[in-house]
T-cell receptor, first 113, second 109 residues
Framework: DAGVTQSPTHLIKTRGQQVTLRCSPK?????VSWYQQALGQGPQFIFQ???????QRGNFPDRFSGHQFPNYSSELNVNALLLGDSALYLC????????????FGPGTRLTVT | RKEVEQDPGPFNVPEGATVAFNCTYS??????FFWYRQDCRKEPKLLMS???SGNEDGRFTAQLNRASQYISLLIRDSKLSDSATYLC??????????FGDGTTLTVKP
């Protein structure tokens, strides 16, 4: 039973560029949440997707957008990258009935130069 | 003030010690609570959920105090493998999860 997978593992981008991160949820899970984790801090909630719609959003600008596909996988897009966007981006999946029991992927480490 | 606050530590304890972490939250509408464990440069892993009646799993006990808006995690008979950062999470019914910044535990031989 595959857990949550994310790609790529690492990414280096330049300021102003755009990036797309991908996530495949754990088998049987239909809800995907995205988090940003800066060094020394806890994960910060970006948004959550369920039934291909954004269900809840944290305090992140519109530069952060996402998508969920019919197979429940998800993408996180960040436009106009800033140096401050450098962080570990974590995807977590859960079932709609137990949405808060989240299982995390290994994350994508994004470096913006 | 942060919505969820934890003592960052670090807590340095010898093997076999009992250690307790607290976490306070500000949103009285919060509905569910969890503890996660995060090893260095790894993803968070669900440790246990937290109920008002208390929740025990082996050496770990979690407790919720709604009146005072804090949750706690007690680890008994600490093992070297317990060394990690412990994150508390507070969730609202609207689907938003708020993590604390974590408490770092180092268990020494």
């Amino acid at each position: 039973d595959a857990g949550v997978t994310q790609s790529p593992t690492h990414l280096i981008k330049t300021r102003g560029q755009q990036v797309t991160l991908r996530c495949s949820p754990k088998s049987g899970h239909d809800t995907v949440s995205w988090y940003q984790q800066a060094l020394g801090q806890g994960p910060q909630f970006i948004f959550q997707y369920y039934e291909e719609e954004e269900r809840q959003r944290g305090n992140f600008p519109d530069r952060f957008s996402g998508h969920q596909f019919p197979n429940y996988s998800s993408e996180l897009n960040v436009n106009a990258l800033l140096l401050g966007d450098s962080a570990l981006y974590l995807c977590a999946s859960s079932t709609s009935g137990r949405a808060y029991e989240q299982y995390f992927g290994p994350g994508t480490r994004l470096t913006v130069t | 003030r942060k919505e969820v606050e934890q003592d960052p530590g670090p807590f340095n304890v010898p093997e076999g010690a009992t250690v307790a972490f607290n976490c306070t939250y500000s949103n009285s509408a919060s509905q569910s609570f969890f503890w996660y464990r995060q090893d260095c440069r790894k993803e968070p892993k669900l440790l246990m959920s937290v109920y008002s009646s208390g929740n025990e799993d082996g050496r770990f006990t979690a407790q919720l105090n709604r009146a005072s808006q804090y949750i706690s995690l007690l680890i008994r008979d600490s093992k070297l493998s317990d060394s990690a950062t412990y994150l508390c999470v507070v969730n609202t019914n609207a689907g938003k999860s708020t993590f604390g910044d974590g408490t770092t535990l180092t268990v020494k031989p």
